[in-house]
């Protein structure tokens, strides 16, 4: 299978998982797995969540963004990964003045 995201319509998420100001996201989903790439532009965030029943690798495509993870603080920047297992939790604030991009994806457990 493969997605392609320029041809993916894209959603605009406000105070995702309890965070400031919107995610705009381009997404495939289905019972097992979701893939996205995303966008949080200056001042917003992805809220702290735990993952109870999936995992989720982030690879950052471009900017800088703070990230919060089981209680420490981290910065994210291109070219880096960020892996969040099961039973862990997260946050992502763009702190920065320029857009967050990232892909990520998220496997589901049963």
């Known amino acids: 299978m493969i997605f392609d995201f320029d041809k993916m319509p894209e959603q605009n998420i406000p105070n995702f998982k309890g965070g400031e100001g919107s995610i705009c996201t381009k997404a495939y989903s289905d019972e097992k ?3 996205a790439v995303n966008v949080l532009s200056p001042g917003s965030s992805i809220g702290y969540h735990m993952h109870e029943n999936n995992s989720e ?8 963004a703070l990230l ?5 603080e981290e910065r994210l920047k291109k070219g880096l990964v960020h892996y969040c ?3 862990h939790s997260h946050s992502i604030i763009n702190d ?3 857009d967050f991009v990232f892909f990520c994806v998220v496997s ?3």
Do not use: F, Q, R
């Open 33 to 35: 797995i979701k893939t």
């Open 57 to 64: 690798v982030i690879y950052v495509l471009g900017g800088e």
């Open 68 to 72: 919060k993870y089981d209680g420490k």
């Open 85 to 87: 297992p099961m039973g």
């Open 96 to 98: 920065s003045g320029d």
């Open 108 to 110: 589901e457990y049963k």
